[in-house]
């Protein structure tokens, strides 16, 4: 294991979710103090939704803050599959309904996400890297970010010298066709957090620190930022 780890473990996931928006929220009110702004890319799935309940009422300057997504579903913003439609549900509430948000769907390339790509990853670059803030969740098959195990871009995805910034990812594991922020862009943030529930998740997680080699494992040998694991049953 090369990166830094710092683990966090909670009784249950509304202590987790507390902790983890207010540690969020400080990162992103430093950024807005040494800079002026602050950028945050941040997961999709279910995990989020209660930490962006709380995340929403932090009184923070949202105005000068930019969300974006880690990755996202190739479905229109109405479907409820959509990490943009859940974002804007769960997240864009309070004090925070004033931040700007930088989606990775683009539906002008609705049938095609390759065509997308260009356009998308200039959307991206335009933000400024590095991020302020990454949050990112993990599915139960050792995926994080749409990096899947068995997708068609993996490798691509996962190269730690690709250029690109984001790329498209399909595998039997995940639905629809997806976008995803490169391995490389994922790691060029200041602050770097992995939100996990559940003991099967745990165990996923020990596998790969064990050496297994589910793409989570990806994050967890990297030397470019630390990264703190928040866990809850
Ligand atoms: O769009 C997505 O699916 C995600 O960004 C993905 O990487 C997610 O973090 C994990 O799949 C965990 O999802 P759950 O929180 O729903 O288990």
Redesign the pocket.
């Known amino acids: 294991m090369n990166a830094k780890i710092n683990r966090h473990d909670f009784a249950d996931r509304l202590t987790l979710a507390d902790k983890l928006a207010r540690d969020v929220a400080s990162r992103l009110d430093a950024a807005i103090k040494a800079r002026g702004k602050a950028t945050v890319a941040v997961?999709?799935?279910?995990?989020?939704k209660l930490m962006f309940a709380v995340l929403a009422q932090q009184e923070i300057d949202w105005s000068k803050v930019t969300v974006t997504l880690?990755?996202?579903?190739w479905v229109d913003t109405d479907s409820d599959r959509s990490?943009a439609r859940m974002v804007a549900e769960h997240l864009f509430h309070h004090e925070s309904h004033t931040a700007q948000f930088v989606p990775l769907f683009d539906r002008a390339h609705k049938d095609n996400v390759d065509g997308a790509l260009a356009d998308v990853g200039a959307r991206i670059d335009a933000l400024g890297l590095p991020f302020d803030v990454v949050l990112?969740?993990?599915?139960s098959d050792g995926?994080?970010?749409?990096f899947f195990p068995g997708g068609d871009n993996l490798a691509k995805a996962l190269d730690p010298d690709g250029k690109d910034t984001v790329v498209s990812m399909r595998a039997d594991g995940a639905g629809e066709p997806r976008i995803t922020l490169s391995l490389p862009r994922v790691l060029d943030t200041r602050a770097l957090y992995l939100h996990i529930e559940g003991d099967d998740k745990k165990q996923v997680l020990q596998n790969a620190l064990d050496g297994g080699d589910a793409p989570i494992a990806k994050v967890l040998t990297q030397e470019r930022v630390p990264l703190d694991i928040y866990w809850a049953p």
């Open positions: 997961s999709g799935g279910g995990t989020p880690v990755d996202e579903r990490n990112l969740g993990m599915g995926h994080t970010a749409s």
